[in-house]
């Protein structure tokens, strides 16, 4: 069966310092990747997609970057963090092209900066 | 904006009500979802149903959509303190995908 995992659950950064987030996928081939960044109490906003590797779409121009290096993995960074990227971030993937394209989740970071 | 909007924000019942929830959306889709989300963690799919289909039916969760409208609802029957979560639509057109901002549904026991 598929999972997704993603680290760290929690961060806590200071205003000015980069940032790596991870996501990978088990259990399937050439998934869609998706970063996702969650106001508290708010609906999803799209950040990044990817529909294979090195292909990179930003919906949102911003002080972030996304990078997929291999077929199941998906990173967000950022060099220098701002107050305003605070939030929750969700990393998602669904099937490939043509499929229901159904979105399967990880269990969320909840980055703080300060 | 093609994002769609869900009301009420926030809905609280009794256990054993059924909650409604609606979800309105502005261009054409191909399918229509929902999504669930307890506190401080990831969605989940809940059920979808597809842009020619008009009613959908899994456990105490029935969906509606309405073409003509742009519109669908997401009825829970027979609720529990445990539907307490954020519920979340989404519409897919293809080369998008877009989430409401949710509602809110307290379940009181």
């Known amino acids: 069966s598929q999972t997704i995992h993603q680290w760290p659950a929690t961060l806590v950064q200071p205003v000015g310092s980069p940032l790596s987030l991870e996501c990978t996928v088990e259990g399937t081939s050439n998934p869609n990747l998706y970063w996702y960044r969650q106001a508290a109490g708010r609906g999803l906003q799209l950040l990044f997609y990817s529909v294979g590797i090195g292909q990179i779409s930003s919906e949102v121009p911003q002080n972030l970057s996304a990078s997929r290096p291999q077929d199941r993995q998906f990173i967000l960074s950022s060099k220098k963090l701002l107050l305003s990227d605070s939030g929750f971030y969700l990393c998602?993937?669904?099937?490939?092209?043509?499929?229901?394209?159904?979105?399967?989740f990880g269990a969320g970071t909840r980055l703080s900066v300060l | 904006s093609q994002q769609g909007e869900e009301d009420p924000q926030a809905l609280s019942i009794q256990e054993g009500e059924n909650a409604t929830m609606n979800c309105s959306y502005k261009t054409s889709i191909n399918n229509l979802q929902w999504y669930r989300q307890n506190s401080g963690r990831g969605l989940v799919h809940l059920i979808l149903?597809?842009?020619?289909?008009r009613e959908k039916h899994s456990g105490r969760l029935r969906v509606t959509l309405d073409t003509s409208k742009k519109s669908s609802s997401l009825l829970i029957t027979a609720s529990r303190a445990a539907d307490t979560a954020s519920y979340f639509c989404?519409?897919?057109?293809?080369?998008?995908?877009?989430f409401g901002p949710g509602t809110r549904l307290s379940v009181l026991p």
């Open positions: 998602a993937w669904s099937g490939v092209a043509g499929a229901l394209n159904i979105q399967y």
């Open positions: 989404a519409t897919d057109y293809g080369q998008n995908f877009v």
């Open positions: 149903i597809r842009s020619n289909e």
